[in-house]
């Protein structure tokens, strides 16, 4: 690749009660790895069920969460999850939910980044908080070595839940405006793809195989029905133990609660204009005319 490509850097550590960003200093790359980033419930597992059927031709039962770690999730310990990565001899893709300038940055590695309007995302972290069950809090709160706060309960209904995390930048997970701003900012690397949920749903076996020619993965024509009927909503439904973090056991109700709904524009029925006013005015302010145009429709100018 280019000589006189600016190259990201890390220039800091993050971490909190889900977070260990220092895992990636000791992650060793491989040239062929692919790294899945996203702000969090922006698509993220669906985007691993994509790679994993491109990558394994549409084979059934596999277990995505086992072999697609969250990297800088504090759990479990390192060693632990860097030895499993090391002993695999697939093609390897993790995920992670840093903004750039807190990550290990390959030249070689490829990066995927999935994005989803911030209204959007937030009614499905809701569920995702509001559903978490008691090893969800003691595993994020109580293993040892967590930094900072503990994650509080999900106390507030979903439009009250939201206004806060607006106002108060992300609480209680992390900025999102940072987040898409980074890797926004690095779109044009040779290495790198952004992807918008709004796009896969509206055409999803069209980046399908926008994905599998960026990552170089040859598609087996005779099977394609078979993959891209895999990657659908329902089919991940059906098979949410396999698809969800931890095989969903840290929600109420499963895999199947965390996999929720799928869809976009829930906040519609909730919001009032003046919180889509607000909403919209922040993203303005954060991200640019471009970037923030991009975020709410896919459109990129």
């Keep these: 690749m280019g000589t006189n490509i600016r190259w990201p850097?890390?220039?800091?550590?993050?971490?909190?009660?889900?977070?260990?960003?220092?895992?990636?200093?000791d992650f060793n790359f491989r040239d062929d790895d692919i790294v899945i980033g996203t702000y969090a419930k922006s698509g993220t597992t669906w985007m691993q069920q994509i790679v994993s059927q491109l990558l394994f031709d549409g084979e059934e039962g596999l277990n995505v969460a086992e072999m697609s770690p969250w990297i800088d999730l504090r759990v479990p310990p390192r060693e632990e999850k860097l030895g499993a990565l090391e002993a695999q001899r697939h093609r390897r893709f993790v995920k992670t939910h840093l903004p750039v300038d807190a990550l290990e940055f390959s030249q070689k590695a490829?990066?995927?980044?999935?994005?989803?309007?911030?209204?959007?995302?937030?009614?499905?972290?809701?569920?995702?908080?509001?559903?978490?069950?008691?090893?969800?809090?003691?595993?994020?709160?109580?293993?040892?070595?967590?930094?900072?706060?503990?994650?509080?309960?999900?106390?507030l209904p979903v439009a009250e839940y939201f206004r806060r995390w607006l106002d108060q930048d992300g609480y209680p997970w992390w900025s999102f405006w940072e987040n898409v701003l980074s890797w926004w900012e690095i779109r044009d690397l040779p290495n790198v793809l952004l992807v918008h949920f709004a796009n896969l749903r509206k055409d999803m076996p069209g980046e399908m195989r926008r994905i599998a020619e960026y990552l170089d993965i040859p598609i087996n024509e005779a099977i394609w029905e078979t993959i891209v009927r895999q990657c659908t909503f329902e089919y991940m439904k059906n098979n949410a133990d396999l698809v969800a973090p931890l095989g969903g056991s840290v929600w109420e109700g499963g895999g199947k609660t965390f996999i929720n709904k799928g869809t976009n524009g829930r906040w519609r029925e909730t919001l009032t204009l003046g919180d889509v006013a607000n909403y919209e005015r922040t993203a303005l302010e954060q991200l640019g005319d471009e970037c923030a145009h991009w975020l709410a429709t896919g459109e990129m100018a």
């Excluded at 890390?10 to 260990?20: A, G, L, T, W």
């Excluded at 911030?118 to 090893?135: I, L, P, T």
């Design 9 to 25: 850097n890390k220039v800091r550590e993050i971490q909190s009660n889900h977070f260990d960003s220092t895992v990636w200093n």
């Design 110 to 155: 490829k990066y995927l980044y999935i994005a989803r309007d911030g209204r959007d995302v937030m009614w499905s972290m809701y569920n995702h908080h509001a559903n978490g069950n008691e090893a969800y809090y003691a595993l994020l709160n109580d293993t040892p070595g967590r930094v900072g706060p503990p994650l509080p309960r999900c106390d």
